[in-house]
């Protein structure tokens, strides 16, 4: 959909009549395509209200809002990874690392800290430079070394979850100071403030996309790398540059999602295994794996659909050794009907 | 035609629409063994779609298909197509991991109680090599080979499969001199065997050399089939393109005179010395060269001489070990398009599907891909207005075909991509223009117009432009010609129009007459 304004713009400015009624069906199309999950949600919320009186109530939904938060905002960076022709495993292990290395470093000693009794704010920081620094190491490694990307963050995954319960012995960390949890409890006129952070990200990067020349680089580097260097292009700084961004995404995800439980566990991100979701959303969502296609409004809806569905398999009370089960169906039953709306250009 | 003759290939009435575009309107066209039939077009004339019918690709919406006179097999069973017919593609399409007895034999390889008999899988494919006189061992692995060897392996596997129809696409294009004499004479030599070649070319003259008859495709319709004895070379052109008129090479030659006589004195815009650089393709072994301001010159040599990889070093799209390249006294940083872009250079590259474009974006972003920094407001906000706007003068100077600026690149004809790709290098307004066999794959009048745009380009902004090229007709709009060989400068050729045997000659590391020897 990134590309649909551009070209409904060209098609009412500048193309001829005869031709105009083509690149109107055309960016028709290509809106359909950014938009294909909007029936399947609405589908998707009459069955929750169907299913349990307590699906329409205000609790249920902040919640839903919530726990979509923290996944939103890594689907996000990985998105951005995904349309550069990249992959990132390790986002996972971000998302529980960079949290655990920041709580670890603001709380005392008794809760399991390190003992530096850090300020919250320097936690926020130690948490993005985290973020970052596993982007960098990733992107240079990727870009500059040039190894194998899904072999690379694969280890890096493993490495990191290793480091995440390694300096706290296995502990989780309880006791999170206000401030560092503010993101992921507080709220804001009855909505979650992660929920209002994760939209602004999206809109953010959305329009980024859509009006920004590195934006359009993204778009470019992942359609045809080779083209685009030959365009003068900076090609290995955006693609190195996109990967550290996935990295602070990563971070703040796992923030929102510290702040919500209250707690930093050894478990959270690679433990749950949240990588799946993050590409199910993603791919879900249009953007191709083959890179240089999708866009935000997709992304978008491949998370807020997974939160359903979640949320209805957990009301619906499905037995909770199958849900598992389910859910992994319902996301591929949900891959096919994208793949059926919007061509091959989504489950590719 | 001779009636008595059982045709081995017969497209009836073929017609074949996408969309809002009649792609073949009722298409009769017949192959007959022991003949070679070529087939001529402009790009987007229908000729990729007529062969994918042919050969079983693509299914026609009215009309059929027949072999010796009988019904063509269904669509699914393309097993049953290839042993009728067999198409060697542009582009190479054996498996490079392979030896050259499995690609021929490929899917259906002999047997043996259910398992693989590699030793009759490599005394048959000897055996069709040998028939044949294909110069190809059978145990070397494909990968190893020469494009011309690769292509030699495709049409074995096409013989070996009992085929005795073959469709020629483009099978020059990636061929050097020699190469295209020796396929010239496989050609003749199937021919010969009774096999039904179609041939299909932008080189005209190839078509009047090995073809017997030629059929011309214009917008879907069969225009014209006709011997080629009884046809020159103006009226096949005119066929292709039907009342437009063709500017003729000797106003070419004028203009290029004038432009010489102007630049003699010019400063020095490109200076290139000793550069030293490996490549697969071609290196370079202390090649040096001056463009003048305004200047236009051709560079040539046989395939691996270097040429394209000179164009490349000094684009920055390849990197070097030695020398130094400087634009206007300044050096520029080896290995780096985006600070020979900020210099001045506009790169129309080789291979356009690896480096022209961004198949998935829209014609108006890729033309102006090279100055999105200047388009830019800002914090680097780019409004797609602007680049529209922006792209609209190019699209209308190189007259491209669209239904629309947002129309994505993947969508055009080979030609019109070509005009995408030209289109983003002269966006940036170049000092210099590097363009590497621009007019490769593109059709008579739309290769008249991109040499057209390129002298206008130079004339009325004062680039010069380094244009590397294998096709004399490029070569003709330049100033100067220098040869390579074997990644050194072997000789200079001033004054079009160029005497072509001479040129070849040079090429080839003889020293000629009438050139300024190194």
């Known amino acids: 959909m990134t590309d649909v304004s551009d070209r409904e713009l060209v098609a009412t400015d500048l193309a001829t009549p005869s031709s105009e009624h083509r690149a109107r069906r055309r960016a028709a199309v290509a809106f359909v395509r950014g938009a294909a999950l909007l029936p399947v949600l609405v589908v998707l919320v009459i069955i929750g209200a169907l299913v349990s009186p307590h699906f329409f109530t205000t609790s249920n939904l902040t919640g839903v809002g919530q726990q979509i938060s923290a996944l939103g905002v890594v689907v996000v960076g990985e998105s951005l990874i995904i349309m550069i022709g990249g992959m990132d495993l390790s986002l996972e292990s971000t998302y529980g690392l960079a949290p655990m290395v920041a709580a670890w470093l603001i709380l005392p000693k008794v809760d399991f800290g390190l003992g530096t009794d850090f300020s919250p704010a320097i936690g926020i920081l130690a948490l993005l430079a985290v973020g970052a620094l596993v982007g960098l190491i990733n992107g240079l490694a990727i870009v500059k070394v040039r190894l194998n990307g899904f072999i690379f963050t694969l280890a890096m995954t493993i490495i990191l979850a290793g480091i995440q319960s390694g300096i706290v012995s296995g502990q989780t960390l309880f006791n999170l100071p206000s401030g560092f949890a503010y993101l992921g409890t507080a709220y804001v006129g009855g909505v979650p403030v992660s929920l209002l952070v994760t939209a602004a990200i999206f809109i953010i990067v959305g329009l980024f996309l859509r009006y920004h020349r590195v934006g359009r680089s993204i778009y470019a580097v992942g359609g045809n790398r080779e083209a685009a260097r030959a365009a003068g292009i900076r090609v290995d700084r955006i693609r190195i540059g996109v990967y550290v961004a996935g990295g602070v995404l990563a971070a703040i995800g796992g923030l929102m999602e510290a702040g919500r439980v209250s707690a930093v566990t050894g478990q959270q991100g690679y433990g749950e295994g949240i990588i799946f979701n993050v590409f199910a959303a993603a791919v879900i969502g249009g953007v191709s794996l083959k890179g240089g296609r999708g866009g935000m409004l997709g992304a978008a809806c491949g998370v807020v659909l997974l939160g359903l569905v979640q949320n209805i398999l957990d009301l619906g009370s499905v037995n909770s050794y199958w849900i598992e089960a389910i859910d992994g169906s319902v996301i591929l039953l949900a891959l096919l009907m994208a793949r059926g709306i919007g061509g091959e250009v989504t489950a590719e | ?518």
Not at chain 2, 107 to 116: N, T, V
């Open chain 2, 1 to 518: 035609m001779n009636v008595q003759v059982q045709s081995a290939v017969e497209a009836i009435g073929v017609s074949k629409r996408f969309g809002s575009t009649q792609a073949l309107r009722d298409v009769d066209l017949a192959l007959q063994p022991g003949r070679c039939l070529g087939l001529v077009g402009r790009n987007g004339a229908g000729k990729s779609t007529l062969v994918s019918i042919l050969s079983g690709l693509l299914a026609p919406d009215s009309g059929e298909v027949r072999f010796d006179g009988s019904p063509a097999p269904a669509l699914a069973d393309i097993g049953a197509w290839r042993s009728r017919i067999s198409t060697v593609f542009q582009r190479s399409t054996v498996v490079p991991d392979l030896t050259v007895a499995e690609n021929i034999f490929l899917a259906r390889q002999p047997r043996r109680h259910g398992l693989i008999d590699w030793r009759a899988m490599r005394t048959d494919a000897r055996g069709v090599l040998r028939e044949w006189d294909f110069d190809v061992d059978p145990n070397e692995q494909c990968s190893t080979l020469t494009v011309e060897q690769r292509q030699i392996v495709e049409i074995a596997s096409a013989l070996a499969r009992g085929t005795r129809t073959l469709l020629l696409d483009e099978p020059t294009a990636a061929l050097e001199r020699d190469g295209v004499r020796r396929l010239f004479e496989r050609v003749r030599a199937l021919v010969a065997g009774g096999v039904a070649v179609l041939y299909i070319s932008h080189h005209l003259e190839e078509v009047f050399e090995i073809c017997q008859d030629v059929a011309v495709l214009r917008d879907g319709e069969l225009v014209l089939t006709a011997p080629t004895v009884k046809l020159n070379n103006d009226q096949l052109v005119t066929a292709m393109v039907g009342n437009v008129a063709s500017p003729t090479v000797a106003k070419r030659g004028n203009a290029a005179r004038y432009a010489s006589a102007r630049a003699a004195s010019a400063d020095e815009r490109l200076v290139v010395e000793n550069v030293v650089a490996s490549s697969a393709r071609g290196s370079l072994a202390g090649a040096s060269l001056v463009v003048r301001a305004g200047e236009r010159v051709g560079l040539t040599g046989l395939l691996g001489a270097g040429v394209a990889t000179l164009g490349r070093v000094i684009a920055g799209t390849h990197s070097y070990q030695s020398g130094r390249i400087l634009l206007d006294g300044k050096p520029l940083r080896p290995g780096h398009p985006d600070s020979a872009l900020a210099a001045g250079i506009g790169y129309i590259p080789e291979d356009r599907w690896a480096e022209g474009f961004v198949g998935v974006l829209p014609i108006f972003e890729n033309m102006t891909m090279s100055i999105a920094p200047r388009l830019a407001g800002k914090l680097g906000i780019l409004s797609p207005r602007r680049r529209a706007l922006a792209a609209t003068p190019l699209a209308d100077q190189l007259s491209l075909v669209s239904s629309g600026l947002g129309q994505p690149v993947d969508e055009l004809s080979g030609g019109n991509q070509q005009k995408v790709t030209v289109a983003r290098a002269l966006a940036s307004r170049p000092k210099l223009i590097v363009a590497i066999t621009p007019t490769r794959g593109v059709d008579v009048a739309s290769k008249e117009l991109l040499l057209e745009a390129l002298i206008e380009v130079t004339r009325s902004t004062g680039a010069s432009l380094l244009l590397a090229s294998d096709e004399f007709d490029d070569l003709e709009i330049c100033d100067r010609v220098v040869v390579l060989v074997r990644g050194q400068v072997f000789a200079e050729f001033s004054d079009p129009p160029y005497d072509s045997e001479q040129l070849i000659a040079a090429t080839e590391g003889l020293i000629p007459a009438g050139s300024t020897e190194r």
